[in-house]
């Protein structure tokens, strides 16, 4: 898929992919979610906590939103809490939110008794959203995460962003709005050269 | 005759009394139950303000 | 129409309610009076002697099964042709006491062919149809939880219900045929040889005790699944309803 | 560990009693199929009889195919098969206590329904006993094994079909056994422990096996 694509990211920095469709954005994310197997080359994490591989340390919000209908809003987010482990390596300053907390947070404390169904697209977005607040891991893996959300929560979502930067988290993110995030690194996919990448 | 000797088959007659009435009383129990946990949601709902929906209401 | 007149849930659920405690008082004295005949008055059958009590409840089981199968076929004529508001509630709540009830008159039926042919259950023409019913009941049962919207679910189960309800005399025939195909009659028929009049009082006024239970219970139950839309509908508005602070944010898509 | 496995068992038991009880479409499915029976072989209820344990079984494989098309598909469809995967839980764990769940909520309600439908078949109540035992045993292996099929067509739109014909085969054995054993405890000369025994053993393999094997699948799934 890419060839000769090499970055590094130190903490507290977020890293936005742009580049026209197809390009493999998400592919990219997916790979570094550990998705989508290297095919040559490594993934290394440097002072992350010991017996975790990088994607354990890593949280995937990518298009599709992982809640059951058949749930309410709590139950979801309290399994997905559950489930995954919390990551807090030295230096980073993340710690989890309670669930109610974060549905607060997210403008969706009044739906949490409701089964999830009930749920807009963009409560859905942000129900999924809050996974990442109740579980801290230092890297966000974000596929275009402003799609189905109006602008109040796109704004939401932007200060959370940056929240997490200045904990010392690690973004890296797929998205064709632009954002503002500091402090912030560009990486341009093109096509023709196949992937050639290029810090700002 | 008397009404209580029912015979060599008496297992099965009770058998069938004892399980229809509990058929019927679970029925019973269902309706009443639902009723009451709707009631119970209804007023949840109501205490967060939400509106009764009351259908089409131009006749009352 | 006085029937369009309660098109209205809330103008049926008011009705529902003047008239319930009046029917709940008719069944329980025709219960009363039903038990006693059958088990005082009733005399013993020459050939079953006391099992004959079994049929006290389960031939008036049997009759309600069918009829809680033209109530549901007729609740959805109205839902597809006269698209009544209450037809498909009518329709849903008429399928599990038709289930019940029809449960009831199978197993009745067991435990009377226990003592009377020593085995539970025989492929006999008629009790392999109720199977049949019983079968038809719970498919439309699982089919109306299965579907989300109500209103979807209710078209669905009413072209199902029709489709069955023209189906049964077809299937009831074939069982038949194929029961005679394999079995000359060599079974003892459930209904025995004649009804004496001793017996069939008691029989009539055991029918029309079920008959009143199943209208209380029905009218409870369409009340029940009225109030359990309203829940739906107001849940639905609460999850839409917009959190205090972004009331006054525009929903546009952010691409 | 504990942890996550309670959570995801109790998550998994909610979905599925709270989506149209698949459970209970299972056992009427089982139901409807036991009752076709005698229309096709005739109401003789000596060959019920002799029959009855064979085709309980083959109803309680068919009815547990019916519903392990969902197992995996639904949570690709929706994502969470990706966040799953990099949780860093121990995938062949996942899938055996998804498969424990999903055998609970559909497996369990065949097994209890299985004594009445053998009413039907005319069964005498040793051999009821016999039939139960024997699927209480064997269902969970059909189970597991029918995740191996659910994780290699769960990117397929139209899996469900393909994956009873790739289990089908697999699940031969327990049904050899499963009916033999049933048998054996009906017919006196034949000792029923041997049969028995082997199916257990086939059961825990199915253990072992389904949970690797499926676990493998998912991970290429995901790529």
């Not at chain 2, 015979?7 to 099965?12: E, R």
Request: aromatic share 8%; with cysteine.
């Amino acid at each position: 898929m890419f060839e000769g694509l090499s970055f590094s990211l130190e903490g507290g920095v977020a890293l936005v992919v742009t580049g026209p469709n197809g390009v493999g954005k998400s592919s990219l994310l997916r790979t570094l979610a550990g998705l989508v197997a290297l095919a040559e080359g490594h993934l290394t994490l440097s002072g992350g906590v010991d017996d975790h591989t990088p994607y354990e340390h890593a949280h995937y919000f990518g298009h599709q939103d992982a809640v059951k209908p058949a749930l309410s809003v709590l139950e979801n987010l309290v399994f997905w809490q559950d489930f995954s482990d919390a990551a807090v390596p030295h230096g980073f300053a993340g710690d989890g939110m309670s669930p109610h907390e974060a549905l607060e947070l997210l403008g969706i404390g009044h739906t949490a008794r409701l089964p999830a169904a009930y749920l807009s697209a963009g409560q859905k977005r942000r129900l999924s959203l809050s996974r990442l607040l109740v579980t801290p891991r230092p890297i966000w893996l974000m596929d275009e995460p402003t799609s189905a959300l109006d602008t109040a929560s796109e704004q939401t979502l932007l200060d959370l962003m940056n929240g997490h930067l200045a904990k010392g988290g690690m973004i890296v993110t797929a998205t064709h709005t632009p954002l503002a995030l500091t402090p912030m690194r560009k990486l341009h996919l093109e096509t023709a050269q196949a992937g050639e990448g290029e810090a700002v | 005759m008397d009404p209580f000797d029912l015979g060599p088959h008496a297992g099965f007659i009770i058998a069938c009394y004892f399980i229809t009435i509990s058929v019927v009383a679970g029925l019973i129990a269902w309706v009443v139950l639902d009723r009451r946990q709707l009631n119970k949601a209804l007023n949840e709902l109501e205490e967060q303000g939400i509106k009764r929906a009351r259908g089409n209401q131009a006749q009352s | 129409m006085a029937i369009w007149d309660y098109a209205n849930p809330t103008r049926f659920m008011r009705l529902a309610d003047r008239i319930l405690p009046w029917l709940i008082g008719i069944c329980v004295i025709a219960f009363a009076i039903g038990l006693y005949k059958s088990f005082f008055m009733a005399p013993e059958d020459y050939q079953q002697g006391d099992t004959v009590r079994i049929m006290f409840i389960h031939v008036p089981a049997a009759w309600l099964a069918m009829m809680c199968y033209s109530v549901m076929a007729l609740s959805s004529i109205g839902t597809l042709v006269w698209k009544h508001p209450l037809a498909d509630v009518s329709a849903k709540c008429a399928a599990l006491i038709g289930a019940a009830f029809t449960f009831i008159s199978l197993v009745t039926g067991s435990l009377w062919g226990k003592p009377m042919w020593g085995t539970y259950w025989v492929w006999d023409a008629r009790l392999t149809s109720v199977l049949v019913l019983f079968i038809m009941y719970l498919g439309l049962m699982a089919l109306w939880r299965t579907m989300e919207d109500p209103i979807k679910a209710g078209k669905a189960a009413a072209v199902l219900t029709l489709v069955g309800a023209l189906n049964l005399p077809i299937i009831k025939f074939s069982v038949d045929w194929w029961n005679t195909l394999h079995q000359p009659a060599s079974v003892m028929r459930l209904d025995g040889p004649t009804i004496h009049p001793d017996m069939l009082v008691p029989l009539l006024v055991m029918a029309f005790a079920f008959s009143v239970l199943f209208f209380v219970l029905h009218l409870r139950a369409m009340q029940n699944e009225v109030l359990r839309r309203r829940v739906r509908t107001m849940r639905q508005k609460a999850a839409a309803s917009a959190r205090p602070a972004a009331a006054t944010a525009t929903t546009q898509p952010a691409e | 560990m504990t942890g996550w496995a309670k959570a995801l068992f109790l998550r998994e038991l909610r979905i599925a009693v709270r989506i149209g009880g698949s459970g209970v479409v299972g056992v009427l499915f089982f139901l409807a199929v036991v009752t076709v029976i005698p229309f096709g072989v005739g109401p003789d209820l000596n060959l019920l009889a002799r029959i009855g344990p064979a085709f309980l079984w083959i109803g309680a494989l068919l009815a547990t195919l019916l519903g392990l098309d969902r197992l995996f598909q639904a949570d690709r469809e929706d994502g969470a098969l990706d966040l799953i995967l990099m949780s860093g839980r121990s995938l062949e764990l996942v899938v055996l206590v998804k498969c424990l769940a999903h055998w609970m909520a559909t497996g369990l309600p065949l097994v209890l329904a299985a004594p009445v439908l053998a009413i039907f078949l005319n069964l005498e109540p040793l051999a009821i006993g016999a039939v139960t035992l024997t699927l209480l045993v064997g269902t969970p292996a059909l189970t597991l094994i029918g995740a191996i099929g659910a994780s290699l067509t769960v990117t397929l739109r139209r899996g469900g079909l393909l994956m009873a014909v790739l289990v089908v085969p697999l699940a031969i054995p327990v049904l050899i056994f499963g009916v033999s054993s049933a048998d054996a405890a009906i017919h006196d000369p034949v000792p029923f422990m041997t049969p028995f025994l082997i199916m257990c053993a086939l059961s825990l393999i199915a253990a072992v096996v389904g949970p690797l094997a499926s676990a493998v699948a998912l991970r290429f799934a995901a790529d």
